[in-house]
Nanobody, 123 residues
Framework: QVQLVESGGGLVQAGGSLRLSCAVS????????MGWFRQAPGKDREFVAA????????MNADSVEGRFTISRDNAKNTVYLQMNSLKPEDTAVYYC????????????????WGQGTQVTVSS
């Protein structure tokens, strides 16, 4: 089994930055492709970004391209999401997830999910 715990959310003004962290236990983080997702009130959960086992390949949603960066530190069993130039539209609960491939994560078909961390962007 795999457990994931997100942290780093909070309140930030538009144009500001936050870095989210996802700590993985049960298996080493290098065993999985990892992804970040978000869900705003009244909306479906959506894909944000994903990273391969090795960290050599990443994929971003169009809405965050150029602003968000996903990375991983396998030695620390941790995945990060650096969020810059935040907009009010980025307000959501952010979740991390572990899956077999980036494609699986993009399709929201991964097996393991964290409990989420709230990100609120004010204008």
């Amino acid at each position: 089994q795999v457990q994931l715990v997100e942290s780093g959310g909070g309140l930030v003004q538009a144009g500001g930055s936050l870095r989210l962290s996802c700590a993985v236990s049960g298996r080493t983080v290098s065993s999985y492709a990892m992804g970040w997702f978000r869900q705003a009130p009244g909306k479906d959960r959506e894909f944000v970004a994903a990273i391969s086992w090795s960290g050599g390949r990443t994929m971003n949603a169009d809405s965050v391209e150029g602003r968000f960066t996903i990375s991983r530190d396998n030695a620390k069993n941790t995945v990060y999401l650096q969020m810059n130039s935040l907009k009010p539209e980025d307000t959501a609960v952010y979740y991390c997830s572990a899956g077999t491939t980036i494609a699986q994560l993009q399709a929201l078909n991964s097996e393991y999910w964290g409990q989420g961390t709230q990100v609120t962007v004010s204008s």
